[in-house]
């Protein structure tokens, strides 16, 4: 096995010779109309004092899932909010729906109270059902990976959404790439999911 002394970091340096780096993607938005059913779920047998204070929908869970077991797939915006036209996921190719279902019925049953409650159990489906996943509208487009703009002191920033989806496709084609032989060893890398929040600087997670 190699043996390796130190570690040098390494900078991802675009070519201004080759123009924009545009990549086609998929991207889906969180309704607008799933924030009160996912809160009343949510809020079942809460406090209402309890309730006040948790008046978000947490995205978490879902977020980690779909990042855990499809990093090569699909990247996670963990500050989408419902009803706002920034993407929440970006796709190589839209979901189908009935991996889409599962995704969200697992969610779903992280929110519940009680799951042997059958009252509870009733309010999921009926969660469920106002969400209406098979109305998803996955929007296909193009994601420019190194748009920026420039600061009043005239230095480059990257859009927020560079942040996350830059790294995550430099990821996955180099995943992509063949083994290679490096001090007598084959050599090859992994993809694996990264943290859904942190889009930069200063932004919410």
Same mark, same amino acid.
């Given at each position: 096995?190699?043996?390796?002394?130190?570690?040098?970091?390494?900078?991802?340096?675009?070519?201004?010779?080759?123009?924009?780096?545009?990549?086609?993607?998929?991207?889906?938005?969180?309704?607008?109309?799933?924030?009160?059913? $996912?809160?009343?779920? /949510?809020?079942?047998?809460?406090?209402?004092?309890? #309730?006040?204070?948790?008046? +978000?929908?947490?995205?978490?869970?879902?977020?980690?899932?779909? +990042?855990?077991?499809?990093? *090569?797939?699909?990247?996670?915006?963990? &500050?989408?909010?419902?009803?706002?036209?920034?993407? =929440?996921? /970006?796709?190589?190719?839209?979901?189908?729906?009935?991996?889409?279902?599962?995704?969200?019925? &697992? =969610?779903?049953?992280?929110?519940? +109270? *009680?799951?042997?409650?059958?009252? &509870? #159990?009733?309010? $999921?489906? *009926?969660?469920?059902?106002? $969400? *209406?996943?098979?109305?998803?509208?996955?929007?296909?487009?193009?994601?420019?990976?190194?748009?920026?703009?420039?600061?009043?002191?005239?230095?480059?920033?990257?859009?927020?959404?560079?942040?996350?989806?830059?790294?995550?496709?430099?990821?996955? +084609?180099? #995943?992509?790439?063949?083994?290679?032989?490096?001090?007598?060893?084959?050599?090859?890398?992994?993809?694996?999911?990264?943290?859904?929040?942190?889009?930069?600087?200063?932004?919410?997670?």
């Amino acid at each position: 096995m190699a043996q390796y002394q130190y570690n040098r970091p390494a900078a991802y340096l675009p070519d201004p010779a080759q123009g924009p780096f545009v990549v086609p993607m998929h991207t889906l938005s969180l309704p607008s109309h799933w924030e009160e059913p $996912l809160l009343r779920l /949510y809020h079942d047998g809460m406090r209402h004092g309890q #309730a006040q204070r948790r008046r +978000r929908v947490p995205t978490a869970a879902i977020n980690q899932l779909m +990042r855990a077991t499809a990093p *090569d797939i699909v990247t996670v915006d963990s &500050t989408a909010r419902f009803g706002s036209e920034n993407p =929440w996921l /970006y796709c190589q190719n839209a979901y189908p729906s009935a991996v889409t279902n599962l995704y969200i019925a &697992t =969610w779903l049953k992280s929110l519940q +109270r *009680d799951p042997d409650d059958p009252e &509870t #159990a009733a309010l $999921l489906m *009926d969660c469920f059902r106002d $969400l *209406d996943t098979a109305a998803l509208g996955w929007r296909p487009g193009t994601v420019d990976l190194l748009e920026q703009k420039l600061s009043p002191g005239g230095t480059a920033v990257p859009s927020p959404h560079v942040h996350r989806l830059l790294p995550d496709v430099l990821a996955e +084609r180099i #995943a992509r790439q063949a083994p290679y032989e490096h001090h007598g060893q084959q050599l090859s890398f992994r993809q694996v999911a990264g943290l859904t929040g942190g889009r930069g600087p200063g932004e919410p997670s």
